[in-house]
């Protein structure tokens, strides 16, 4: 194992660059686990989309379900496994709103498909069939023509802060090198954990 002691977020940065140079499709993919105000928990995948030193942001609907978790309870933890590399890097923390402007800069870098789609789709909502979707997803096209599509209000991105990030790599018989970064006092402390 080798590792800048100091800094996980360079370790991060190696990890997910031979992720990207080996894994065959999205390595950027992550568990993203929010829970309820009462504690109750779900998790699903979803893309990483920017990662430095203030943390790992990610997008979506704000009215989606883990839009309303997150303004419940804004803790979550992140798990990304990279079965070819046999890596696994774990995150957890508290989460806070991107800015308007770096959402709103995300926005206009993605696809205008999936520009209109963040219009269209009421996510997480009860759907009475693939027309009802089809359909809003040509109005919203018919509504923006050719010109720029805004974000919608709806739509923004938030920032994981991470107070704990766990760093996990296959070894024979089980025997697994494990090792967390802990955040205190403003820097990183490093423990290695038994497999």
Not at 107 to 125: E, K
Request: glycine share 8%.
């Amino acid at each position: 194992m080798s590792q800048d002691a100091a800094d996980p977020f360079a370790l991060f940065q190696t990890w997910m660059a031979d992720a990207e140079a080996h894994e065959p499709n999205d390595p950027n993919a992550m568990a993203l686990a929010t829970a309820t105000a009462d504690g109750r928990p779900s998790v699903r995948m979803v893309l990483l989309k920017g990662a430095d030193e203030g943390g790992f942001v990610f997008y979506t609907n704000l009215e989606s379900r883990k839009g309303g978790e997150l303004a419940d309870n804004p803790f979550a933890a992140l798990c990304f496994h990279w079965k070819s590399l046999k890596r696994q890097i774990r995150v957890e923390g508290r989460v806070v709103p991107v800015e308007a402007a770096e959402a709103d800069a995300y926005f206009a870098s993605r696809a205008r498909a999936s520009q209109i789609g963040a219009w269209a789709s009421s996510q997480s909502r009860p759907l009475t069939g693939r027309f009802e979707l089809e359909k809003r997803i040509g109005e919203f096209a018919t509504r923006f023509g050719l010109g720029k599509v805004p974000r919608p209000s709806h739509w923004s991105g938030f920032r994981l802060v991470p107070d704990r990030i766990e760093f996990w790599h296959d070894r024979p018989f089980r025997l697994h090198d494990r090792f967390v970064y802990l955040r205190k006092d403003g820097g990183w402390t490093l423990e290695h954990l038994y497999p």
